[in-house]
């Protein structure tokens, strides 16, 4: 049995995402993670999170771009393992980054990098979560 919405939803969500980065990466994502992510690790001292250049933080992004592509095959015959992996990129990927954006722009009262895709994010995220639970309810 072919899973035509929740296939549909892994791609367009790997699609959207890759119009996030797109638009991180154009408006300099990195200037304001970077230092947010230092003082993190000063704070607790720990080496936690990451701190990346632009060419590793963008070829990393551009790999799992192209891996959730590779993987909509399965996507669209409904593998187990795909929809658990769905239900986790949905929440913290999609829903939980595109939120981070507009609250951050909310908070400092200007646009951040990354609010422009932001509510596409949002919705991706949301058909992505809600074809990986609904259309499965032996899935839990």
Known sequence: MIHWNFGFAWIAFALVVALHVLDEATHDFLATYNPSALAIRRRLHIPFPPVFTFRVWLSGLIAGICLLLLLSPLAFHGVYWIRIAALVLA??????????????????????????????????????????????????
């Open 91 to 140: 929440i913290l990927v999609g829903i939980g980054n595109a939120l981070l954006h507009i609250g951050g722009s909310l908070h400092y009262r200007r646009w951040m990098a990354g609010i422009l895709s932001s509510p596409a994010l949002l919705i991706a995220g949301t058909w992505l979560l809600w074809s990986s639970w609904v259309e499965a309810p032996a899935l839990f």
